[in-house]
C-alpha cells in the first residue's frame, strides 16, 4: 500500500466502529467509513473535541450535526498547492488527501521528461490532479460533469496562483467529450481517470463503473499520443481490485506502455500505526 505520510494540514487521527476521525486545518471531524469493523477503545483525546459528524440516513444520504456552530470553509496545503476544504451534503471535504501519492508521482514524470506534456483528468473533482500537473508546468483540461465541481477546482487553481496556468475547465460529461476530442484529432501525453463507483452525467446519464469502463478505456486510447508519458486510473469500487484493474489496463494499452504497476492507496491511522486502505490506482508508464 502507498501512503503519502508528510501532510501538515489534515490527519487520520482515529478509527473505530465505522468512523474516522480526522483533522482537517484546525477543525476536527467525524465521517462514516463502513470498512472501519473493528471496534477499539476511542482513546484520543480528539474524540471528544470534534467540531462536526457526518450521520449517515436510513434512507440514503445523511447530514452533519455541527457541535460548535456551523464551520466554514477553510484551505489546507500540499507542497505548494492550496485547497479550499468544507464539508459537503455527501459527506466528502472537497479533497481525497490519500491522492497525495499520485499527485507526486505526476509532478515528478512530468518534471523528468522534459517536453511540454499534456494532460486529460477525467471525472476531475475538485482538481488535485489537475493542480499537482499544473504545477509541473504541463498543459491540463480538466473535466468534470459538475458545474460546482468545475467552480471549486477554478478556486483552488486560484489559491494555488496557477489561475493563469494552461488548464482547460470543462464541464461536460467524460464519454461525450472523449468522442468529441477523438472526433477533432486531439492527443494526450498523460490521462489521469478517476470514476465514480455510480453516477449521473448532466443530463441524467446513467454511469456505472462495471458498464462503462472498459469500452471507456478502449476509447482513450484513441486520445494517446505517440510519445505517451503515463495513464492513471483510480477506482473505490470494491469489485474492482487493483489487480482487475491491472488487467484493464493491461488489454486496453498495452501496446502504448512499458510499466504496469497496481497498488492500494491508503492513509496513516495515527492513534494505531495502520494503513486504512481508500482505494485502488493502476498506473501505466514509460
Not at 476521525?21 to 467509513?33: M, T, Y
Request: charged share 25%.
Amino acid at each position: 500500500m502507498r501512503v503519502w505520510l508528510d501532510w501538515k494540514d489534515f490527519e487520520l487521527l482515529d478509527a473505530s466502529g465505522k468512523n474516522r476521525l480526522e483533522r482537517w486545518g484546525n477543525k476536527i471531524f467525524v465521517r462514516p467509513d463502513p470498512q472501519i469493523i473493528w471496534k477499539t477503545p476511542k482513546i484520543h483525546k480528539m474524540w471528544n473535541r470534534v467540531d462536526a459528524i457526518y450521520h449517515r440516513s436510513s434512507k440514503g444520504g445523511g447530514s452533519w450535526e455541527y457541535l460548535k456552530g456551523q464551520v466554514a470553509s477553510q484551505t489546507i496545503s500540499w507542497k505548494e498547492l492550496t485547497f479550499k476544504v468544507s464539508p459537503t451534503g455527501f459527506k466528502h471535504m472537497g479533497l481525497f488527501p490519500e491522492q497525495a501519492v499520485n499527485w507526486d508521482f505526476f509532478i515528478r514524470k512530468i518534471r523528468a521528461s522534459n517536453r511540454p506534456i499534456s494532460v486529460i483528468n477525467l471525472f476531475a473533482y475538485t482538481g488535485g490532479a489537475t493542480l499537482a500537473c499544473a504545477k509541473a508546468k504541463a498543459a491540463v483540461c480538466h473535466v468534470d460533469s459538475s458545474k460546482g465541481m468545475v467552480a471549486w477546482a477554478r478556486e483552488n487553481a486560484k489559491l494555488s496562483k496557477l489561475d493563469g496556468a494552461p488548464i482547460r475547465f470543462i464541464v461536460d460529461d467524460c464519454e461525450k467529450f472523449i468522442a468529441r476530442e477523438i472526433r477533432r484529432g486531439r492527443k494526450y501525453d498523460a490521462v489521469i481517470l478517476d470514476p465514480p463507483s455510480y453516477g449521473r452525467g448532466p443530463g441524467g446519464e446513467v454511469w456505472k463503473i462495471e458498464d462503462k469502463i472498459y469500452d471507456l478505456l478502449k476509447m482513450l486510447s484513441r486520445l494517446l499520443s505517440k510519445r505517451p508519458l503515463f495513464f492513471a486510473l483510480n477506482s473505490y469500487t470494491q469489485g474492482l481490485s487493483a489487480q482487475v484493474m491491472k488487467i484493464l489496463l493491461k488489454s486496453t494499452i498495452s501496446d502504448f506502455f512499458e510499466n504496469f504497476c497496481c497498488d492500494e492507496i491508503g492513509l496513516r491511522i495515527s492513534q494505531s500505526g495502520f494503513n486504512l486502505p481508500c482505494g485502488n490506482t493502476t498506473i501505466a508508464w514509460n
